[in-house]
C-alpha cells in the first residue's frame, strides 16, 4: 500500500509498506478521506509543539471496513470514523472518564502514525458509525468535536456571550457550538476573509479585527459593557492568550484549546477579583464525537462549508506547501483516497 511519510520538516516521501493484518481487537479500515488539520500544517513547517519525525500525519479520517474480529459491532463495507487519541484505559484520567487526557495518551498523527495510507488499522473500541453521513462529513466529525468539548468543558449557556479568538478550522467550529449551545459569539482574529468566513458561513453575531480595531472597546459595545463571560482561545499564539485575559467579564471562565510551548502570564490582582476560572481543553471525548454527529444530522451544522480545497492522495506532497499561505484562503483542505 502507499503511504505519505512527513520525513522531516519540509518533506514529504511517497513509501510503499505492507497492508496492516487483522489482528485481535482491531479493525482494518480504508481510508477514503483525510481532511488536513493545522496539526498536519505546523508539523510539516516544524512548529508543532511536541512532535517527532518521521511521521505519517493525518487523524481527521474515514473510510469503509475491510475486516474485523468477530467480537465489533461494525460490519464489513460500513463508513465510519473514529477516535484517534488511543487511551491507556487504566490511568487517573482514563477512570475518572477523562480519556482524552490519559497519561499516556497516543494521538494518530502526533504521537503515532496516522491515517495518510490506503489502509490503517485501529483499535476497534475507537470506532464510530458513520450513520449514513458522508465520507466527507465523517472526516470533519473530529475537528468539530475539538470545539464542541472546548464548548461544554467552558459550559457555554444561553445568555453567554463567548468570545473565540481564532477563526481557523477549530476555532470556527468552537464558534459553531458556541451558537448551538444558545450563546452570542463573537470571533476575533487578524485575517478579514477568515472573519467574513465566520460571519457568512458560521452565523457569527460579531468580528473583531485584532489588528484593525480596538478589541476591548468592541468587546465592552457588544456586551454591553460587561465583557464576555466566556473566552475561548483557539489561535495557540501567546501572545494572544495572554492578551485576552484582559477581556474577560467578572466570574468568566477562560478556556485554552490552542496550544503553545510558552509561558502564560497574566495580572493576579485582575484575574483574581474576577474570581475568573481558567481551563484547558484538551482532544475530545466520544460524547463529543455524538453530539457533533447528531448536530450534522439535524442540520444545525453543515461541515461541507470547510471544504475549500480538494485534492488526490497522490497530489498532496506537491500541494502541501501551499496550504500554508494565507494567500490561498485554505479553511480545511480534503484529501480523496481512491
Same mark, same amino acid.
Not at 61 to 81: C, N, Q, Y
Not at 82 to 106: E, H, W
Not at 173 to 183: D, L, P
Given at each position: 500500500?502507499?503511504?505519505?511519510?512527513?520525513?522531516?520538516?519540509?518533506?514529504?516521501?511517497?513509501?510503499?509498506?505492507?497492508?496492516?493484518?487483522?489482528?485481535?481487537?482491531?479493525?482494518?479500515?480504508?481510508?477514503?478521506?483525510?481532511? $488536513?488539520?493545522?496539526?498536519?500544517?505546523? %508539523?510539516?513547517?516544524?512548529?508543532?509543539?511536541?512532535?517527532?519525525?518521521?511521521?505519517?500525519?493525518?487523524?481527521?479520517?474515514?473510510?469503509?471496513?475491510?475486516?474485523?474480529?468477530?467480537?465489533?459491532?461494525?460490519?464489513?463495507?460500513?463508513?465510519?470514523?473514529?477516535?484517534?487519541?488511543?487511551?491507556?484505559?487504566?490511568?487517573?484520567?482514563? #477512570?475518572?472518564?477523562?480519556?482524552?487526557?490519559?497519561?499516556?495518551?497516543?494521538?494518530?498523527?502526533?504521537?503515532?502514525?496516522?491515517?495518510?495510507?490506503?489502509?490503517?488499522?485501529?483499535?476497534?473500541?475507537?470506532?464510530?458509525?458513520?450513520?449514513?453521513?458522508?465520507?466527507?462529513?465523517?472526516?470533519?466529525?473530529?475537528?468539530?468535536?475539538?470545539?464542541?468539548?472546548?464548548?461544554?468543558?467552558?459550559?457555554?449557556?444561553?445568555?453567554?456571550?463567548?468570545?473565540?479568538?481564532?477563526?481557523?478550522?477549530?476555532?470556527?467550529?468552537?464558534?459553531?457550538?458556541?451558537?448551538?449551545?444558545?450563546?452570542?459569539?463573537?470571533?476575533?482574529?487578524?485575517?478579514?476573509?477568515?472573519?467574513?468566513?465566520?460571519?457568512?458561513?458560521?452565523?457569527?453575531?460579531?468580528?473583531?479585527?485584532?489588528?484593525?480595531?480596538?478589541? %476591548?472597546?468592541?468587546?465592552?459595545?457588544?456586551?454591553?459593557?460587561?465583557?464576555?463571560?466566556?473566552?475561548?482561545?483557539?489561535?495557540?499564539?501567546? #501572545?494572544?492568550?495572554?492578551?485576552?485575559?484582559?477581556?474577560?467579564?467578572?466570574?468568566?471562565?477562560? %478556556?485554552?484549546?490552542?496550544?503553545?510551548?510558552?509561558? $502564560?502570564?497574566?495580572?493576579?490582582?485582575?484575574?483574581?477579583?474576577?474570581?475568573?476560572?481558567?481551563?484547558?481543553?484538551?482532544?475530545?471525548?466520544?460524547?463529543?464525537?455524538?453530539?457533533? $454527529?447528531?448536530?450534522?444530522?439535524?442540520?444545525?451544522?453543515?461541515?461541507?462549508?470547510?471544504?475549500?480545497?480538494?485534492?488526490?492522495?497522490?497530489?498532496?506532497?506537491?500541494?502541501?506547501?501551499?496550504?500554508?499561505?494565507?494567500?490561498?484562503?485554505?479553511?480545511?483542505?480534503?484529501?480523496?483516497?481512491?
Amino acid at each position: 500500500m502507499k503511504t505519505l511519510v512527513c520525513v522531516t520538516p519540509g518533506q514529504f516521501s511517497y513509501q510503499i509498506s505492507e497492508k496492516p493484518e487483522q489482528s485481535a481487537g482491531n479493525t482494518l479500515i480504508k481510508i477514503k478521506r483525510i481532511g $488536513i488539520c493545522g496539526t498536519d500544517l505546523h %508539523a510539516f513547517e516544524g512548529t508543532q509543539p511536541f512532535f517527532n519525525y518521521p511521521r505519517i500525519l493525518g487523524h481527521e479520517l474515514a473510510g469503509e471496513i475491510v475486516s474485523s474480529d468477530d467480537s465489533s459491532e461494525f460490519r464489513i463495507g460500513e463508513a465510519v470514523t473514529f477516535v484517534p487519541y488511543f487511551n491507556c484505559g487504566k490511568c487517573i484520567a482514563c #477512570r475518572s472518564d477523562k480519556p482524552n487526557c490519559c497519561t499516556s495518551l497516543q494521538v494518530s498523527g502526533v504521537h503515532i502514525d496516522g491515517g495518510m495510507s490506503e489502509y490503517i488499522s485501529v483499535a476497534s473500541y475507537a470506532l464510530v458509525h458513520g450513520d449514513g453521513l458522508s465520507f466527507d462529513e465523517l472526516a470533519l466529525v473530529e475537528p468539530l468535536a475539538i470545539g464542541a468539548h472546548g464548548v461544554r468543558r467552558a459550559g457555554v449557556k444561553p445568555g453567554d456571550f463567548v468570545l473565540v479568538a481564532g477563526a481557523g478550522p477549530i476555532g470556527l467550529g468552537t464558534m459553531e457550538f458556541a451558537r448551538i449551545a444558545g450563546a452570542t459569539v463573537i470571533a476575533l482574529d487578524v485575517n478579514d476573509s477568515r472573519l467574513a468566513f465566520s460571519k457568512d458561513k458560521i452565523g457569527v453575531t460579531h468580528t473583531i479585527n485584532a489588528l484593525t480595531e480596538n478589541v %476591548a472597546e468592541r468587546l465592552s459595545q457588544i456586551t454591553n459593557g460587561d465583557m464576555p463571560t466566556i473566552i475561548i482561545d483557539a489561535t495557540g499564539n501567546l #501572545r494572544a492568550i495572554n492578551t485576552a485575559f484582559a477581556y474577560l467579564a467578572h466570574g468568566g471562565t477562560y %478556556a485554552l484549546i490552542g496550544l503553545q510551548k510558552g509561558e $502564560i502570564i497574566f495580572s493576579h490582582p485582575e484575574f483574581h477579583k474576577r474570581e475568573a476560572t481558567l481551563m484547558s481543553s484538551r482532544n475530545a471525548t466520544r460524547q463529543d464525537f455524538e453530539h457533533v $454527529i447528531d448536530s450534522m444530522k439535524k442540520g444545525l451544522v453543515d461541515p461541507t462549508t470547510y471544504i475549500t480545497h480538494r485534492v488526490k492522495f497522490d497530489e498532496v506532497a506537491d500541494q502541501f506547501a501551499g496550504w500554508l499561505d494565507p494567500e490561498n484562503g485554505v479553511i480545511k483542505a480534503m484529501v480523496s483516497v481512491d
